[in-house]
């Protein structure tokens, strides 16, 4: 923990950009995400990015590389639907011990390299904890509004087993994002603070919600602040918001953060909205610019990119970056 701490005290650590953006770009068929070991799988699994860290380990290992190229501090492993509920989706739920130490080990590998490139520029990996799909707070059933397709100890359980798996194969920081629904997180986190105390560990953990719409709320329908509120009981390296928004949409609900912990605050948002398509359109310089504006308020510690960002939007992110000092680690506020 301290190390990174020190780190974010003195530059605007840089995280990597959106792995299923560059993975689009090998355009994988069904049978590259089958590869051999999974041939003629009961159902298809085209879509499951996470399979690819033991079918297609290069491509994810490349990515990886190219982020760290770009000039990124941190990257993300590919296990953002690696747990149990995830992957009962492929029927894949056996496989998530190996799928998060696989995709763990090849981060990590790619990380250890680089930073023996460059000493002075020591680069880390996050073990990227996705909110799965499905929620503790919200009913699927408009008919039943008490009703709840998963429970918080089911998450916990399933959290923890991803965790474990992401330890074992060597990440530097656990990163719970992409959180639509706070009880979710709370799972994740509690399952987190469970092993520390069983491990005698201190392992950094990274918070990151998801701000869904114009209401500036998140799905399970908390403002930003009352979000931070939420998990303010957990010590944290960072905690910030990603996905849903493009920058520029963000930066009222990171001024919130900013001005109410002391802990850092991480932003990485998508490149732009979405077009009809689905595509994201921003440029790199377009991305950067908007970022900027969080430099200049000094809002935030860790800056990357979600949807549709690639190594050419973090280069530019990256760059802006250098040019700032980081946000100060301060006692935060009253509320």
Wanted: glycine share 6%; charged share 20%.
């Amino acid at each position: 923990m301290s190390k990174l701490k020190e780190l974010l005290t003195q530059k605007i650590l840089v995280l990597d950009g959106a792995m299923g953006t560059m993975l689009q770009r090998y355009q994988f068929s069904e049978e590259d995400f089958q590869g051999e070991r999974f041939k003629n799988w009961e159902i298809p699994v085209k879509g499951n990015n996470d399979l690819l860290s033991l079918t297609q380990p290069k491509a994810i290992a490349e990515v990886h590389k190219k982020y760290f190229e770009a000039g990124a501090d941190i990257v993300e492993t590919n296990t953002f639907s690696g747990t149990t509920i995830a992957m009962a989706d492929y029927k894949m739920e056996h496989l998530v011990d190996e799928l998060n130490y696989e995709s763990a080990r090849i981060a990590k590998e790619v990380a250890q390299k680089v930073t023996l490139e460059n000493p002075e520029k020591p680069r880390f990996v996050a073990g990227a904890m996705g909110p799965t799909n499905k929620t503790a707070s919200i009913s699927p059933d408009v008919n039943n509004p008490g009703f709840r397709a998963i429970s918080f100890d089911e998450l916990r359980i399933a959290y923890k087993q991803q965790a474990l798996a992401l330890l074992k194969g060597g990440v530097d920081i656990l990163l719970v994002e992409t959180v639509f629904d706070t009880l979710n997180a709370k799972a994740a986190l509690f399952a987190i603070e469970e092993i520390k105390e069983e491990q005698q560990i201190d392992i950094p953990v990274m918070l990151s919600g998801t701000i869904t719409d114009a209401s500036g709320r998140t799905l399970s329908g908390q403002t930003a602040e009352a979000f931070l509120i939420s998990v303010s009981h957990i010590p944290l390296l960072s905690v910030g918001f990603n996905c849903a928004l493009g920058a520029k949409q963000l930066t009222p609900h990171l001024e919130v953060l900013a001005n109410r912990t002391s802990a850092g605050v991480s932003a990485y948002p998508n490149a732009g909205l979405p077009n009809a398509f689905g595509e994201y359109d921003e440029t790199p310089k377009e991305m950067a610019s908007q970022i900027e504006e969080y430099l200049q308020k000094n809002l935030v510690n860790i800056i990357g990119g979600c949807c549709g960002t690639t190594p050419e939007h973090i280069k530019a992110i990256a760059n802006v970056a250098a040019k700032y000092s980081p946000r100060k680690l301060e006692a935060p506020q009253l509320i």
